[in-house]
């Protein structure tokens, strides 16, 4: 459902339980910047409150159809309000939203408080907690002191001990830390992973051009990028074993993925701030421009969340590129920066119409890793499909291991990650594990940092649906959140109820899963009140074409899918596609050998009106709307091949280094190609599409040799042999 306000639907809410600390950060943008509105707050958050945020947020949540939504204890320091309000909270939040979205808890502290009281009652709701520490002693002792000047770092890795042991671990979401240039990054960076944590988040002190950072004695101009890229540098020789969020985050939008972190990208704000009194406030971050920077004016009494979503404050922070300063719209690294965090671009004179305080830090840190990353060797990907696709499979084999990485000690993903490694070990099972890992919709999955509940259930049912199709036998034994169980490539079993589930698949075809409320069986194709089998069109001899109209990751196109289908309305559309198949066979298709030749791993329907689309992702999914005519589909292919490869091979291999302009002309040499061949030679769309072309391979030849990689200059070479037989055509 689309945001009536215009933006992005809220999918996060920040809520204040407290509003006081136990330590004196001089750094803090709470307690120590402009604003200083804490001073008129509660202490503690109301129950009828926190009874009103949760009713609002779960009729916005119903309202927008969220399949699940964060809600993150903050403060002040929330510990303070003890544990019996903290579970008071939760409960609240967990009954309100229960059947509307799936709830993601969780907690950021200081740790000083700490106790097993508090473990126990977010071992009871789930609740991941990630905890402020700004190194080893010496680092965090430089601005984490208490109200006494004591250190607190004795405390704090008392908390994290506790949040280690095997009775709390997969609460433990990870550590906070604040970046000072004063500080040895190797040192801090060292000290936070031998604790072990599932995450880091480095922290630029919040600053504006008002009151800039503290630039330490280097004379560089860039303190803050080269103390990030010395992490980055020891993260990669330690092999990127713990996730950091901004690099991961500079990671997926250099490669043309999303961003992870308000603080760089594009990507549209999506969180609110409730303050203990029950007022609505914007990012709370914004105290640092000054005294009533974050207020809205409204509260959660008199006031709801849509009120809220079409705040003018909120609005700026999801026009993306359109809300950024002239300077952040015309930089090349603006796709992954994004001009930094909205409050950093703050100052007296402009208001927020200014890039980040941090400019030149994250421009540099955003080259720097772009550099550092380049794989400027011939990858085989280029060379040919075969190639390519064993690229795909090794990417998706390694996203899993990354995942594994993330989630090991997780009891349910343990369990997953065993069966795929007895899957893979055998050459037959690995085939079938490969084709399921292959599917758009599971490499998705792959993509995204979802709860280990989540993604345990997720790969739990990919594992499965290999098993099956492999005749392989499996047991597993996971949490299964709805009563649909969608099993990718094969078809959708409803259940009774959610709940524990146990999936046990006895031979080829054959499953039995047992629920509390009793067991049911999938024996191939073959549908029944509870099992609908996904269907097939069979393309030549030996390979078939997956429509898929159910599986829930499956809306990742411009326009929508559509529910799953009626059968008497799936048989047409079957039909439909199989009449192109045909057509498309009696043109003359494709060689298996063609590069551009249109490889699909799912086809989906969309909505009436919709035309033949890509996935959004370029994973393979192919969009095709309930009202297509053969033709015009068959007639799209070969446009559609060609973008399906580059999304590929972007996917899979270095063609330029990252970021640079190189990327934005391999697409417009790629699509010139794809619309001539669409028009066909001689025609005037045609002619102008090659022109287009034409320009764009003529710049990719005028790069510096360094822009690109080996991989790129081959794609490039190839491109412009391809041009000039279009152009003889012509």
Known sequence: MSDTTGGHPLQRLVLKVHSRCDLACDHCYVYEHADKSWKTRPVVIGEETVRQVARRFADYARTHQLPSVSVILHGGEPLLAGPARLRSVCAEFSSALAGISELDLRIHTNGVRLSRRHLDVFKEFDVMVSVSLDGDKAANDRHRLDRRDRSSYDRVLRAVGLLRTPEYRHLFGG????????????VVHDALTSLSPTRIDYLLPHSTWDTPPPRGSSPSLTPYADWLLAVFDRWTEQGRTVRVRTFDSVLSTLRGGPSLTEAMGLAPSDLAVVETDGTFEQADWLKTAYEGAPATGYNVYDHDFEQFAGHHGVQARQRGLLGLSETCRSCPVVESCGGGLYGHR????????????????LRALVEGIAERITERALSPAVLGPGPLRSAQETLDFDLLIYANARLAGHPDWDAVWQAAVRL????????????????????????QADPADTMAARFASAAVAAAVHAGAPLRL??????????????????????????????????????????????????PTDAWRPLTSVWVGDAEQLLIDDADPLRALFASAVTAPLSPHALAAFREQ??????????????GAGDPNALRVGAVTPLVAGSGVQLDTEGLGGLGVAVDFEPAALVRELPRLGRRARLAALRATTDLHVPGNRAGRLFTEAVDGLGDAAYWGPGTPQGSRSLARSGQALAALTGLPDRDLTESGQVLAAELRDEWAAWAQRA
Do not use: I, M
Request: one cysteine or more.
């Open 175 to 186: 550590l906070l830390c604040t970046v000072d240039v004063l500080n040895d990054p190797v």
């Open 346 to 361: 703050y100052s007296s004179e402009r208001d927020f119409d200014n890039p980040s305080v941090f400019c030149a830090d």
């Open 424 to 447: 893979d070990a055998d050459e037959d099972t690995a085939r079938h594990l490969n084709r399921v890992l292959a599917h758009p919709y599971v490499r998705v999955s792959l993509r």
């Open 477 to 526: 034994v996971w949490h299964q959140s709805d009563r649909h169980l969608h099993l990718p490539t094969l078809g959708t079993l409803t259940l009774p109820a959610p709940g524990r589930v146990e999936a046990t698949v006895t031979g080829r075809g054959v499953l039995d899963v047992r629920t509390a409320e009793g067991t049911r069986s999938v024996t191939g194709d073959q």
């Open 577 to 590: 596609l199989l009449l192109a198949c045909k057509l498309r066979a009696e043109q003359g298709s494709e």
